[in-house]
Nanobody, 115 residues
Framework: QVQLVESGGGLVQPGGSLRLSCTASGSIFSLNTMGWYRQAPGKQRELVAQISRVYKTNYADSVKGRFTISRDNAKNTVYLQMNSLKPEDTAVYYC?????????WGQGTQVTVSS
């Protein structure tokens, strides 16, 4: 049984910052790509950022320069530092990870950017 557990969401004003965390636990092998996705109401889930085991990163154009993805391989944890948040960043943020298989999705964490 594999679990991905996200945390760190909340309500923040425009221009503010949040840091999301996601930890994988259970029967997992060496984690490869880990990533963050988000889904706003009425929209499809979209990629926000990905990071490989060797720290190669990939970002959606809408978050480049504002968000930073990082990981701690010893803790099986991926982070998303979100700065200069905008109302359009409001969404449920989900974690995804692969070892030799797709480990699925966490339960999501709500991020709301509003004044």
């Amino acid at each position: 049984q594999v679990q991905l557990v996200e945390s760190g969401g909340g309500l923040v004003q425009p221009g503010g910052s949040l840091r999301l965390s996601c930890t994988a636990s259970g029967s997992i092998f060496s984690l490869n790509t880990m990533g963050w996705y988000r889904q706003a109401p009425g929209k499809q889930r979209e990629l926000v950022a990905q990071i490989s085991r060797v720290y190669k990163t990939n970002y959606a154009d809408s978050v480049k320069g504002r968000f930073t993805i990082s990981r701690d391989n010893a803790k099986n944890t991926v982070y998303l530092q979100m700065n200069s948040l905008k109302p359009e960043d409001t969404a449920v943020y989900y974690c995804n990870a692969f070892d030799y298989r797709d480990l699925g999705w966490g339960q999501g964490t709500q991020v709301t950017v509003s004044s």
